[in-house]
């Protein structure tokens, strides 16, 4: 099954997705229907019809998830890229939800910098509460996957050797267009990710890169604080950043970037600087 979150009239609905078809959902996004508990197999496809998906004013796929967990250097080649040492533990870190836009929506630059940078990122969206999970319980809270674009200012992650203040700027951080859930796309895939920046390969690898798989991190993540339903987890970014490159690339505004990823979508995002008119 494929999820959505629509905005439609000033507020946002959960949908499914049905080919280039929605059908609208009483939920208020993903976030609200994984809370509810119903069984994502029992959804029905008919109801009422939502907007075309391709033309669809997309709202980020979980508005305000109550968790967003980030993994740090969890693919070889972009560890190897920048130089740094394979670490032993899984590398966490946090974002805002104000640091959330949908999946079509525009990326605000921020003033201060000139260094923000591209990071296709896999993520992980938790379907049920786990704590303290082993392999099996970790694998079951998994409701499904979508894409993000982990958008990273690089000077700003460097100031310091903890890099939160890097990685959560207002409206850098594309988060959809879909939930595919674990029965149609399985739970731990093999997934073709990249990223184009105005239409240029800068980024192609695949999952299998990762340094820690999707069910290992949600085992780990959850020995330090409880999931809940609607949580996300981006998995970490491959090689071919622009902080990685010789000599040093960084997005600009009107520059288009897209981050993809085999079997579930797109985020594409024009780059606008913060404060200016887009």
Known sequence: ?????????G???????????TVLLDHADVGDLLRSGVDLGALASTGERGPDFAGADLAPLIVTPGKIVCVGQNYRGHIAELGNTVPDHPTLFAKYTTALVGARDDIRLPTVSEQADWEAELTIVIGTAVSNADAATARAAIAG???????????????????????????TTPLGPVL???????????LRIETR??????????????????????????QCMSLAPGDVILTGTPAGVGAGRDPQE????????????ER?????????????AA
Do not use: H
């Open 264 to 276: 579930i979508g797109s985020t594409r995002n024009t780059c606008v600087r913060a404060g200016s």
């Open 145 to 171: 996957y979508t894409v993000s674009n982990d958008v990273s200012v690089r000077d700003w992650q460097r100031r310091t050797s903890q890099f939160l203040q890097g990685k959560t700027f207002d409206a």
């Open 250 to 261: 960084f997005l600009a505004p009107g520059m288009v970037v897209e981050c993809s990823i």
């Open 180 to 190: 595919v859930t674990v029965d149609e796309i399985g739970t731990e895939p093999d």
């Open 197 to 222: 920046v105005d239409g240029v390969v800068k980024q192609s690898s695949s999952t299998s890169d990762m340094l820690f798989g999707v069910v290992e991190i949600v085992e780990y993540v959850s």
């Open 11 to 21: 507020s946002t609905r959960a949908a499914i997705v049905d080919g280039d078809s």
């Open 1 to 9: 099954m494929r999820l959505t979150t629509l905005r439609i009239d």
